[in-house]
């Protein structure tokens, strides 16, 4: 049973426009959300996160935006460039098992000249 | 820097080998980890290690065991391998258990 779910497998973008990037959970214990960026052939690489007692956490052109009573979550790139298409995880955790990350599925971003 | 380095990157097993999956971390992490990816899933953690000596099941530890003698080595075994097991494994390392982890590069692995 999935409690973190990406339910966009693709988003396509053009290059300087925003990419908005999608994540639901179903664990109301979870208190610590976090995005990871992966490359074909390379690991996950961590990108931005954001603790619930927060409700948006911004790193450059990455913003991570949390709105916990409808326990959504997403993440804004803008401008979007084209060493942004990547797959996106979403992943949470919660404060009574910290390194247990539940991810989502993914979503797969490419960016367009 | 190297980082997370895993061994192999490719490995074809038959139904019923044994083998072991190799993961080194040079930034002297306390804790590491196993995950599988499967198609159309996010990663699951098979096992994880909060320190050397000390290793804890996952979400799916079934068909798995797991070494954990030196800080900077986590190996993944497989005992007896299945076709169920054919997937990407990756190994990530952190500080400890509530700091972003790093990720090595994946084993791909499969099993006829």
């Known amino acids: 049973d999935q409690q973190v779910k990406q339910n966009s497998p693709s988003l396509s973008v053009q290059e300087g426009r925003i990419s908005i990037l999608n994540c639901d959970y179903t664990n109301s214990m979870f208190d610590y959300f976090l995005w990871y960026k992966k490359y074909p052939a390379e690991g996950p690489t961590f990108l931005i996160s954001?603790?619930?007692?927060?409700d948006k956490n911004e790193d450059g052109r990455f913003t991570v935006f949390l709105n916990k009573s409808a326990k959504h979550l997403s993440l804004h790139i803008v401008p979007s460039q084209p060493g942004d298409s990547a797959v996106y995880f979403c992943a949470a955790r919660g404060r009574s098992n910290d390194y247990k990350l539940s991810f989502g599925a993914g979503t797969t971003v490419t960016v367009r000249a | 820097n190297a980082g997370v380095t895993q061994t192999p990157k490719f490995q074809v097993l038959k139904t019923g080998q044994s083998m072991t999956l190799q993961c080194a971390q040079d930034?002297?992490?306390?804790?590491m980890y196993w995950y599988r990816q499967d198609p159309g899933m996010g990663l699951r953690l098979i096992y994880y290690s909060a320190s050397e000596g000390t290793t804890d099941k996952g979400e799916v530890p079934n068909g798995y065991n797991v070494s954990r003698l030196k800080k900077q080595n986590f190996l993944l075994g497989l005992e007896s391998a299945a076709p169920s097991q054919t997937s990407v494994y990756f190994c990530?390392?952190?500080?400890?258990?509530?700091?972003?982890?790093?990720f090595g590069d994946g084993t791909r692995l499969s099993i006829l």
């Open positions: 990530a390392s952190s500080i400890n258990s509530n700091q972003p982890q790093h």
């Open positions: 930034m002297n992490h306390n804790s």
């Open positions: 954001i603790s619930s007692i927060k």
